[in-house]
């Protein structure tokens, strides 16, 4: 199965569990997921999002592969088949993955948005630590960052570093 295709079944699925039919009536209720398949074989990644997107950290250069623009569910606009990017990965690559509740957020010293050009600037200036430093450093960022505001979104972020155990094939 290609990242894609699941994503498409798995919209299937929520689709039908909220008796949505597509049509001009039906709730829009519906979720934005991310999916990754990494075969350590070929070192190849597939990507799949739907309403999201993931960052990867190679040679001090990130690259950000954008998913569909659309839920799992019935959308406003008429849905079509989810995209699978295909990546291949080299050692040490980092690979993000997020919600949008941390670059939602308000605060700063002038009470605005984190916003994606900041948050892309954040995770470069991490990559070189461990993922338990970079874990705290981001935490520590957000604190910071939201001062007294009251955090406005769910927020997940998980990063992976593709060291040695991944390029295995025993």
Same mark, same amino acid.
Request: charge should be neutral.
């Given at each position: 199965? *290609?990242? =894609?295709?699941? *994503?498409?079944?798995?919209?299937?699925?929520?689709?039908?569990?909220?008796?949505?039919? =597509? @049509?001009?009536?039906?709730?829009?209720? =519906?979720?934005?997921?991310?999916?990754?398949?990494?075969? %350590?074989?070929?070192?190849?990644?597939?990507?799949?999002?739907?309403?999201?997107?993931?960052? +990867?950290?190679?040679?001090?250069?990130?690259? %950000?592969?954008?998913?569909?623009?659309?839920?799992?569910?019935?959308?406003? +606009?008429?849905?079509?088949?989810?995209?699978?990017?295909?990546?291949?990965?080299? *050692?040490?690559?980092?690979?993000?993955? $997020? %919600?949008? =509740?941390?670059?939602?957020?308000?605060?700063?010293?002038?009470?605005?948005?984190?916003?994606?050009?900041?948050?892309?600037?954040?995770?470069?200036?991490?990559?070189?630590?461990?993922?338990?430093?970079?874990?705290?450093?981001?935490?520590?960022?957000?604190?910071?960052?939201?001062?007294? $505001?009251?955090?406005?979104?769910? +927020?997940?972020?998980?990063?992976?570093?593709?060291? @040695?155990?991944? $390029? %295995?094939?025993?």
């Amino acid at each position: 199965f *290609l990242a =894609g295709s699941i *994503l498409n079944i798995l919209r299937e699925k929520v689709m039908k569990a909220l008796n949505q039919k =597509g @049509e001009d009536t039906d709730l829009k209720d =519906g979720m934005d997921f991310s999916l990754c398949i990494f075969n %350590s074989e070929n070192h190849e990644l597939q990507f799949s999002g739907a309403n999201h997107q993931l960052y +990867i950290i190679s040679n001090n250069e990130l690259k %950000s592969i954008k998913g569909d623009r659309m839920p799992i569910g019935v959308n406003a +606009i008429e849905e079509s088949s989810f995209r699978t990017h295909k990546v291949k990965m080299n *050692l040490h690559d980092k690979l993000y993955l $997020f %919600s949008d =509740g941390y670059v939602d957020q308000f605060g700063g010293s002038n009470d605005r948005k984190f916003m994606y050009k900041r948050f892309r600037k954040m995770f470069l200036k991490n990559a070189s630590y461990k993922m338990e430093k970079q874990k705290k450093n981001i935490l520590l960022e957000f604190e910071t960052w939201k001062k007294d $505001f009251p955090q406005v979104d769910d +927020i997940i972020i998980t990063g992976i570093d593709f060291s @040695e155990t991944m $390029f %295995s094939s025993g």
